[in-house]
């Protein structure tokens, strides 16, 4: 919330600033009256010297400044939109110049490439690499986290362009070669699988358009993703939601690998495409992207080495350059060497386990066996699990949400109460702007009569006063605008302020439950964050200067038209409702429009902004086309609704104008009868005339408000149902027991849990686990299975439906959470970086924290020594959702988060899943050190990571199936579960 206010300071001194700019902005319009001011002069000369006739003079100056203001708006409104348009892409995947070659070999080769990322163009990532692949042969690049690993796929896919040198495709150099025919020769399988928020079947069409379902189908199956597609209720229709969150890890990758899969490229790139996933699963999908890659090439960027051992080149990668070069069996035969070393690393057990898996059979026949086991376990585990229900745990889930309050204006009025003065300040101003109109009115109408005057001394001296009037309106108009906006903007802003951090204070005590839904995600809060206090905002600033100015003006303009010829007055201010209604009308129409048509492009709009966040994954596959036509099938709908709209429109406002000229008629009329008797003068009736009609636009353009009132209304209520909004899950809980320190015990009993966003998938049913203090307990197993669950349940991320869970004997619902939070350290699979600086990242979790302890907790991360080399080293900036760091070190960053901590429960939940081998020894070693006299629970799929934990609790569909050390599992021999599973990751690690 710190960093949060921090940044609000700067918005607020911005909109701050933009309300003094838009005071001067709209103070300039009083250019207007400064140009009336020379119209009258030169107008005055027209009449007296040129013969011209004073009706006509007037009727040409007001079309050319009424008229000429919608130009100009029309063209600052455009500006920006034809900027994007016209632009040019420096890499236009859209050109249709460059090569197409007529037969795609597969040969790809780097020569001499010089690259920089342009964002960081101080840290060069290549200074002259060379790299060929052979087609149609499989090349691995391995390597630490940082070497130009993932690089490599990015330039060969034109993400990017080197600086110098160059990638070439069967010697061509790719950008000779038109961009969308290059993308449609290669598939990508990155590290962070993008997924679109709609249905899997979508998804995977993605790979290709035209595909059938029995394709998709197959796809799905060659990437092991089709059994849990088809246990999921809706199937292939499963929306996956925003980026995939209601996905797993290891379900996110094997979907995208049945993208991949289903676009059958000539040149296949996996970066880490099974790095999230779990033994028995990588074993699968390893088999069919081995399947895949032959007959085309395939350039693997893996940290994993036993996805890797059968490539046909390994390339070892080291600060950007290729150290070693090789087949996994050249390679292995120096012991010397980087990638022997990087082999050894990787280890899953001593060398007399190793034999004790030997002597029992081939590992290939072990693997095979142990699988079909595993299958019939998991598929009668499937079963048991489809027809199990929690009771009326659907009903707790179901129920209505509360019905949004009823806004207090008072309330949010009070929230303002700190700017009396600006109040003060703004009020005036508005008041007496709502006087400039009237007098304006006034002159124009008084003007008019002097075009008709016969004496031109007496044209010369009234032009020249009038004149000056214009001018001093203008001046007025300028200074009024700039104290109204300045205030008012100043009220405002410190508003929109307050609303939000009051709201985010708020919304981070929700429970994640709450997150869960479709209407909470994280782009319906941060909308919710700015769009409902902007309206709350623009509600308390500008809509309550427009009341004032109304109100003043009205009560102005009547005294004033009262005072110059009652009589018209008292008419004009008769049929005043009729014509306030034909403006009203014609305002409500053109914005019920405009709404309407926000509305119908909402899908569009959602699709864009999707397209824009995974543009990536849009050029690798070369969707432009799909996307467009998924984008103009969303147009439809708006573009039929914008049709019919128009016609109700175009009736409205020609019976609305209709009737506004038929009122003028009917007041000239009257005023030429007062005139032919005497009542008034035609000075008068043009006078009183321009007044009232002009006050009738303003309480027109006033009353054309009620909408945005009634959006505001509703953004009150939205703001006040999350200010009033009890939470299910306290973290303050006030009466909560704060420990001072924990020992660490947690026992888990009979426990029923399902996801509030998907309580018809059951994850556990009875389901009980006790984890001793001090002691470090494993979860293994399927994705699926369970394993993150507990980590969120142990967290409090979420309420069992029934049964318990309990920390040192105590009911976790009886803690005071935040306090027993800090006493607790979390790294999950997909480690979360802020926009900040690396040193900030690091320090997240702990209020205060010594350069010497952040450093130290970098070293035992091995983060230390990346860090050292950057440019700005602990300052470096991470960028959005660490965008700037690769995996692994975002990853080695979240560990010194944890470990800077010094939590008595550590949980690690894949926590060096994106690590290299030589990191992951290290890291490894960092937290079993850190793991040492505290409790540590630790999900994993590599199991190379956890055959030291004191206790290994194998999970399948929800149940616990085996527990014991790793000795004890490993003596069960082929039957247990663990030990096929151990099995299953020998392949890479035996020479």
């Avoid at 480690?831 to 010497?852: D, H, K």
């Avoid at 700005?872 to 995996?887: A, I, K, M, N, P």
């Avoid at 799929?941 to 055959?947: C, D, E, V």
């Amino acid at each position: 919330m710190a960093h949060f206010s921090a940044a609000l300071e700067e918005s607020t001194r911005l909109g701050i600033k933009q309300g003094l700019a838009k005071g001067i902005a709209v103070g300039s319009n009083g250019i207007t009256f400064a140009i009336w001011a020379f119209n009258v002069w030169y107008g005055s000369r027209l009449v007296m010297y040129h013969g011209y006739q004073g009706g006509t003079v007037f009727a040409a100056s007001a079309s050319i400044i009424l008229g000429g203001k919608y130009f100009s708006e029309a063209s600052a409104a455009g500006e920006r939109v034809l900027a994007v348009i016209r632009r040019v892409p420096k890499i236009d995947s859209g050109s249709d110049t460059g090569e197409e070659l007529a037969n795609v070999a597969g040969e790809v080769e780097f020569k001499n490439v010089e690259f920089c990322y342009p964002s960081r163009p101080e840290s060069p990532i290549f200074a002259s690499f060379c790299l060929r692949v052979p087609a149609g042969r499989t090349a691995a690049l391995v390597g630490s986290s940082g070497s130009g690993k993932s690089t490599v796929v990015a330039l060969l896919e034109r993400f990017y362009d080197p600086s110098g040198g160059e990638v070439a495709l069967d010697g061509v150099d790719i950008r000779r070669l038109r961009l969308k025919w290059l993308r449609t020769q290669m598939g990508l399988v990155s590290q962070e699988p993008a997924l679109f928020a709609t249905s899997i079947m979508e998804n995977i069409l993605f790979g290709k358009e035209d595909a059938t379902p029995e394709e998709v189908t197959a796809a799905a199956k060659a990437a092991n993703a089709h059994n849990f597609i088809s246990q999921l209720p809706q199937g292939y229709d499963t929306q996956v939601g925003e980026r995939g969150v209601q996905m797993s890890g290891g379900q996110k990758q094997r979907i995208a690998i049945a993208r991949a899969i289903l676009k059958s490229p000539k040149i296949l790139l996996l970066d880490e495409a099974t790095s999230a996933l779990d033994t028995e699963s990588e074993r699968v999908v390893q088999e069919a992207l081995d399947l895949a890659s032959v007959g085309r090439t395939t350039i693997v960027v893996a940290h994993r080495l036993s996805t890797i051992r059968n490539a046909d080149m390994i390339a070892v990668m080291q600060y950007g350059e290729v150290k070693e070069l090789g087949s996994h069996e050249e390679l292995i035969a120096d012991e010397n060497g980087l990638y022997s070393s990087l082999v050894r690393l990787q280890q899953t057990r001593e060398s007399n386990e190793v034999d004790e898996v030997s002597g029992a059979g081939s590992t290939s026949a072990l693997g095979q066996s142990s699988s079909h086991s595993m299958s019939r376990r998991f598929s009668a585990a499937s079963r048991s699990s489809s027809a199990r229900s929690l009771g009326d745990a659907g009903d707790a889930d179901n129920t209505e949400d509360p019905k949004l309050p009823l806004p207090s204006f008072r309330r949010l009025l009070m929230l303002n109460a700190p700017e009396w003065r600006q109040a003060l300040m703004g009020g005036f101003s508005a008041i007496v702007f709502g006087g400039i109109q009237p007098a304006y009115a006034y002159a124009m109408g008084s003007m008019i009569s002097v075009y008709f005057l016969t004496d031109h001394g007496e044209i010369r001296d009234k032009t020249r006063t009038y004149a000056l009037i214009f001018v001093a309106l203008a001046v007025l108009s300028f200074l009024i605008n700039i104290g109204q906006h300045y205030n008012f903007g100043a009220m405002g802003e410190y508003l929109t302020k307050r609303i939000r951090e009051q709201m985010l204070t708020k919304i981070l005590t929700f429970e994640i439950g709450w997150f869960d839904r479709d209407e909470n995600s994280s782009g319906a809060i941060c909308s919710q964050l700015a769009k409902d206090a902007n309206v709350v905002r623009s509600l308390v600033g500008d809509r309550m200067a427009l009341v004032i100015q109304t109100v003043s003006a009205v009560l102005i303009a009547c005294t004033m038209g009262l005072v110059i010829a009652w009589r018209l007055a008292l008419v004009m201010i008769a049929v005043q409702p009729l014509i306030i209604v034909c403006f009203y009308a014609r305002r409500v129409l053109l914005k019920s429009m405009s709404k309407k048509s926000i509305q119908a492009q909402s899908e569009s709009s959602k699709l864009a902004a999707e397209a824009v966040s995974n543009l990536r994954t849009i050029t690798a596959f070369s969707s432009q086309d799909r996307i467009l036509g998924l984008f103009n099938q969303a147009q439809n709908g708006p573009r039929k609704e914008s049709i019919r709209q128009s016609w109700i429109a175009g009736l409205g406002l020609g019976t609305s104008m209709s009737l506004m000229t038929c009122t003028w008629a009917l007041d000239f009329w009257f005023g030429g009868r007062l005139i032919a008797q005497h009542h008034i003068t035609a000075k008068a009736l043009f006078q009183t005339f321009m007044i009232l009609v002009s006050t009738g636009r303003v309480i027109a353009d006033a009353g054309s408000m009620t909408t945005d009132l009634a959006k505001g209304a509703d953004a009150i209520a939205s703001v006040f149902a999350v200010l009033d909004r009890v939470t299910e899950i306290d973290p303050d809980n006030p009466e909560g027991y704060k420990p001072e320190k924990l020992k660490g015990e947690v026992d888990i009993r009979g426990v029923d849990f399902a996801y509030p966003s998907r309580p018809d998938v059951i994850i556990f049913k009875g389901f009980s686990l006790s984890i001793q203090s001090g002691k470090s307990t494993a979860l293994v197993g399927q994705s699926g299975s369970g394993k993150s669950t507990i980590i969120g349940l142990i967290e409090r991320f979420y309420d069992p439906v029934r049964g318990m869970v309990k920390i040192d004997g105590r009911d976790i619902k009886t803690y005071n959470l935040r306090a027993l939070r800090r006493h607790i350290g979390l790294v999950s699979q997909e480690p979360t970086l802020f926009a900040g600086t690396i040193r900030e990242n690091i320090v997240y979790g702990t209020e205060t924290a010594s350069e010497a302890e952040i450093e130290n907790a970098a070293r035992s991360a091995n983060a230390h020594d990346f860090i050292s080399n950057l440019k700005d080293g602990y300052d470096t900036w991470c960028g959005e959702r660490g965008v700037q760091l690769s995996g692994g070190q975002k990853q080695r960053i979240a560990i010194a988060r944890a470990i800077l901590k010094n939590p008595a429960i550590l949980l690690l939940d894949e926590a060096t899943s994106a690590l290299d081998s030589q990191s992951e020894k290290v890291v490894q070693e960092a937290l079993e050190r850190v793991m040492v006299g505290r409790t540590s629970v630790v999900v994993a799929h590599r199991l190379s990571t956890i055959q030291n934990c004191d206790l290994i609790t194998v999970l399948d569909k929800g149940i616990v199936v085996e527990k014991g050390t790793h000795s004890s599992l490993m003596s069960k021999g082929p039957s247990g579960t663990y030990y096929s599973l151990v099995s299953l990751q020998q392949g890479g690690n035996q020479n």
